[in-house]
């Protein structure tokens, strides 16, 4: 590194050497320029000659002396010219060319032709001429022409004598008397033309650095002025972009100019100051005239106050002049004494803030007051803080929060303060005042407290809130003097704050206790519903709520099912929707009632959702709501069952009556009919009687006949009466059979009687298997055979038919015969007890009530058709296929 | 009482009874004229003169009908609603004589309009005197509508 720099400091000046002078001379210094350029190219050049000379032939050396000797000259010159010298060591440089040409030739005679020296010889007037101007040009022609003009005389007196001798010596010294003129002249008037030229352009550019030299006198005096003015400038434009910046001694930018340079203003300023700006800008642009206002910056030490000129600079482009006014018309000693109170306002503030932020955050009262009390302790640097609250009865200030150690034990201790004991805190409370004692152990009322042994200054501050203490906050400090007047008044702030913090946690509290009531209470009140809900939804009988317009608002799953539809669907509907067409009315009347404020009870069809009509009872009372029928509330009752029961019952108690009837009708038949032989046997035993006695025997014989067919007949009705109740209480459990098998039983009981009246029995091919009591069945088939064979009147063919005809509710069986026909009036009565067509004909007339008995008991059903007289007779029943209900 | 002879139509399907009624009313000489049917369809074709009874010299309207109420075909009741609907033979006063004490047969028979409703009694003498009353009281004392036009 030292080497190279070494170097470069070494060919810096060589460098400097080789290089032309600077002079203020224009015409000097092209002179030097020019001479500088062609002494080095001399320089060069005989330099390379020296070299040359003697490596070209040995006998050269006089050249390379002669070199060597220019070289040495020419750098002896260029000290000269850097010494300040131009006209000496060109004039030198010149006369020694001049010289040494013609003592060259004259003595080498090697540039003898007379042409190469003159072409060398114009080459020194010429460089004459650009060194030393026209009279040098002209000086040097002179000299040149003198030259010319000795070696001339001197080759005419033979001391000279050049190898190309040109062959009119004479005439060429004119021609060169006459070129060097012309060139010298020409020389001259180029030199002054240039001369002249370079003079104008001198004026020129000295009247340009005369104008340049004003400005920037102007412009430094203006500077001057805007440095020693306190205002920056910014050059703004009219989209807030910072163009420019000046800046100012009195001013500080909030960051270096080249952070904010270039940049829109709402990435340097807060948001509030660059919208006043950029409003200032817009104002100024449309009015065209300065806009002024103020502006404050949050800054690291403290807040900066500014004032902003916005001046309108073109269409869209203004100038902002801006002055720090914070600490205007202040000496530094106030300035001082206010950064020093300001500093302790902050402080404050800081503190305040922080308690401040404390409050709105907390809002447990009791985590309040102890965030409270070490916040101002560590805050304010004191020894201890404590926070008092009166109790309720008013006599004692009791401690709710206390700093540190000492406070925490207290606490733990419950300590109070008695209102009507002395202390400070009560004496506060009492008075409703702060009292401050510096020195404390000095204060008449203060309380001296174990706990804090340290305390020489303390303060007790009141808690008021709407005008009432409720209580007070105790300050304490280690040192004397501890509270200025400043710090009580902040203290008393900061205890102001925390009443209305602390009232605000009380309020959260009661509001927080107010909220969990109301939620316990909303919860009873869900679990109340909830009950409701389950008993409703668990009641068998539908339960639906009806809202002030009449329509459904709920309705439990067990009206759901009632009905057939989902809650969903019914939700919103009118309960008329519901019933049956023609019972919409009675609905609607209940709704009326209910209206009215009465309670409904009526009966209604529903259609349920598959078009069943199903019967319900509805129960409904009116809604009540805030003292106002808001709908109604119904039980409805599904009365399908009852109905259904009802029709039982009916149907059993119609079954008893008729049973009853039958009943009476039998026992009236048994008294009748058993009464009637009575009376008849008791008639005659009396003839008898009378007959006997008066010895009358006519008589004797028919009635003791009469008397004996009575016994006769009441014996035959005891013993039918008798078969007739133990049908149904004396049963032969049902057998499987062939129904053909019975007919062939009661055939052959019967075949006598058959046979007496001729009467032919055909049997049906196709006879079912029955379940029946087999003794019983063939009692019905011998009596029906029996009647038909009794009833053939006067039929000359009498025949009886049997068969069976398979129906959908089991078989079918008849006994058909072509007798004399029974009239429509008695298809029943044949069958009553002792019910007989013709009074004539044998049997008692229980025959066929037994016949039905029987069949009844099976589980099936008798009845006869006949077209009337003459025309026989069919008896048809039914028996159950399979097994009977027996 | 004596004179002209009171026609007497007795309805009983009970021979016994028949004869029984029969004796008594002639023991008492009471009916000078007795005609006995045996059931209500017969009855009712006797006074409507109907079928056999269609001459009206077969039929002679009865002063009073002695009806039992237990009848083959047609019901003794049956008979006294159809006589009592009829404008030529409601003027004819029936008397049930029947065994039946039933509460319903005696409604009933009063509802239709019966003149009287009488019990058999089992009891002989008792019987007797009934009779004895009976034929005294409708056919003596009782003034009967003397014969149609």
């Given at each position: 590194m030292k080497l190279m720099a070494w170097r470069s400091r070494r060919l810096e000046r060589i460098r400097g050497f080789f290089s032309p002078p600077v002079f203020s001379d224009d015409t000097k210094g092209r002179r030097a320029k020019l001479l500088s350029y062609i002494l080095n190219v001399h320089i060069i050049v005989a330099l390379g000659f020296s070299l040359l000379y003697p490596l070209q032939a040995r006998e050269n050396w006089p050249f390379a002396v002669v070199a060597l000797a220019t070289c040495v000259s020419v750098l002896v010159l260029r000290v000269l010219l850097h010494r300040g010298q131009v006209t000496l060591p060109a004039f030198l440089f010149l006369c020694f060319l001049a010289l040494t040409l013609p003592l060259t030739a004259f003595f080498l005679s090697r540039t003898s032709s007379m042409n190469t020296l003159t072409a060398f010889q114009s080459v020194i007037i010429v460089m004459a001429g650009l060194l030393l101007g026209g009279r040098g040009a002209f000086g040097f022609a002179v000299f040149n022409l003198f030259a010319n003009g000795m070696l001339l005389y001197a080759e005419v007196q033979g001391f000279y004598n050049p190898s190309d001798t040109p062959p009119d010596s004479g005439s060429s010294l004119v021609v060169q008397a006459v070129t060097f003129t012309t060139i010298a002249v020409m020389l001259a008037v180029a030199n002054r033309s240039i001369r002249e030229?370079?003079?104008?352009?001198?004026n020129e550019l000295e009247k340009?650095?005369?104008t340049q030299d004003e400005l920037g006198q102007a412009t430094s005096t203006l500077r001057a002025v805007l440095d020693t003015l306190p205002d920056a400038i910014f050059r703004i434009s009219e989209s807030g972009e910072i163009q420019d910046y000046i800046p100012a001694k009195g001013f500080t930018p909030l960051v270096p100019p080249e952070e904010f340079l270039g940049k829109p203003l709402g990435e340097v300023l807060p948001p509030d100051v660059t919208r006043a700006v950029l409003r200032a800008i817009r104002l100024a642009l449309k009015n065209k005239r300065t806009e002024t206002f103020e502006y404050q910056l949050a800054r690291e030490e403290n807040p900066g106050y500014f004032e902003a000129r916005v001046v309108p600079m073109d269409r869209s482009t203004v100038m902002a002049i801006v002055r720090d006014v914070s600490g205007r018309a202040q000496t530094d000693a106030d300035r001082e004494a206010m950064l020093k109170v300001l500093a302790r306002r902050s402080a404050y503030l800081r503190i305040a803030s922080e308690v401040a932020k404390s409050y709105s955050s907390i809002l447990d009262p009791d985590a309040l007051m102890e965030q409270a009390v070490n916040l101002i302790q560590k805050g304010y640097g004191l020894y201890y803080v404590g926070l008092f609250l009166v109790d309720e009865k008013k006599q004692r200030a009791v401690l709710k929060a206390g700093s540190g150690e000492a406070g925490k034990s207290m606490l733990a201790e419950g300590h109070t303060l008695r209102l009507d004991e002395p202390s400070m805190v009560a004496w506060c409370i009492e008075n409703g005042r702060a009292r401050v004692a510096q020195q404390a152990q000095l204060d008449e009322v203060r309380h001296i407290n174990p706990h804090l042994p340290l305390t020489r200054s303390e303060a007790?501050?009141?808690?008021?809130?709407?005008?009432?203490?409720?209580?007070?906050l105790t300050v304490q400090d280690t040192d004397e003097n501890a509270f200025t007047e400043e710090d009580i008044i902040a203290l008393q702030t900061m205890s102001d704050q925390l009443v209305i913090a602390l009232e605000n946690a009380r309020l959260f509290e009661s509001a927080l206790n107010e909220l969990s009531e109301r939620q316990r209470a909303e919860h009873?009140?869900?679990?109340?519903?909830?009950?409701?809900?389950?008993?409703?939804?668990?009641?068998?009988q539908g339960v639906i709520v009806t809202d002030e317009n009449g329509n459904f608002e709920y309705v439990n799953p067990a009206y759901e099912s009632m009905t057939g539809y989902t809650a969903a669907q019914l939700i919103g509907k009118n309960p008329a929707e519901l019933a049956h067409p023609d019972d919409r009315h009675l609905v609607v009347a209940a709704r009326e009632h209910r209206r009215e404020g009465r309670m409904t009870s009526y009966e209604v069809r529903l259609l349920r959702a598959n078009g069943d009509v199903v019967h319900v009872l509805v129960t409904g009372t009116p809604r009540y709501r805030d003292a106002e029928i808001a709908g109604s509330i119904a039980v409805v009752t599904d009365l399908t069952e009852q109905k259904l029961n009802q029709q039982e019952r009916e149907a059993l108690i119609e079954e008893l009556e008729a049973?009853?009837?039958?009943?009476?009708?039998?026992?009236?038949?048994v008294s009748h009919d058993l009464k009637s032989p009575l009376i008849t046997i008791r008639g005659f035993l009396g003839y008898l009687e009378q007959d006997v006695f008066s010895r009358n025997t006519d008589r004797l014989e028919d009635d003791m006949k009469r008397i004996s067919g009575a016994v006769d007949k009441m014996q035959r009705l005891l013993d039918d009466l008798l078969e007739l109740s133990r049908i149904g209480r004396l049963m032969n459990p049902p057998e499987e059979i062939e129904f053909k098998t019975i007919v062939r039983d009661a055939l052959s009981l019967v075949e006598g009687r058959l046979a007496a009246r001729r009467v032919r029995v055909e049997v049906g091919g196709a006879l079912p298997k029955v379940s029946v009591d087999r003794a019983r069945m063939t009692e019905v088939m011998q009596n029906l055979l029996d009647n038909a064979a009794k009833f053939m009147g006067d039929q000359p063919d009498p025949r009886v038919e049997i068969g069976a005809l398979e129906t959908n509710d089991g078989c079918r069986f008849f006994v058909r015969d072509n007798g004399m026909g029974i009239e429509r009036q008695y298809h029943e009565r044949v069958f009553g007890l002792f019910n007989k067509l013709d009074p004539r004909t044998e049997g008692t007339g229980v025959g066929l009530a037994l016949v039905r008995r029987i069949i009844e008991v099976h589980g099936g059903r008798i009845w006869l058709e006949s077209e009337g007289a003459g025309k026989g007779t069919t008896f048809w029943f039914t028996l159950p296929r399979g097994k009977g209900k027996v | 009482m004596v004179g002209e002879p009171v026609r007497v139509l007795l309805v009983e399907d009970n021979d016994d009874h028949a004869e029984l009624?029969?004796?008594?009313?002639?023991?008492?000489?009471?009916?000078?004229?007795l005609v006995r049917l045996a059931d209500g369809q017969e009855a009712l074709d006797y006074l409507h003169r109907r079928g056999k009874y269609a001459d009206p010299a077969s039929s002679p309207r009865p002063h009073v009908i002695l009806l039992d109420l237990r009848l083959p075909r047609v019901d003794g009741l049956e008979v006294l609603r159809i006589l009592k609907e009829s404008e030529d033979l409601r003027m004819i006063p029936i008397v049930i004589l029947t065994t039946s004490e039933s509460e319903r047969d005696v409604t009933h028979a009063y509802i239709n309009h019966v003149n009287s409703y009488v019990v058999k009694p089992v009891d002989f003498q008792k019987f007797r005197a009934l009779m004895d009353d009976l034929g005294f009281y409708w056919m003596s004392w009782n003034m009967v509508q003397k014969d149609h036009p």
């Open positions: 030229s370079f003079a104008q352009a001198g340009h650095r005369k007790a501050l009141p808690l008021i809130s709407r005008g009432q203490v409720i209580g007070a009873e009140l869900q679990q109340e519903r909830d009950f409701a809900v389950q008993v409703m939804s668990a009641l068998g049973k009853n009837a039958e009943l009476e009708r039998f026992t009236y038949t | 009624i029969i004796r008594q009313l002639a023991d008492h000489r009471v009916a000078n004229q």
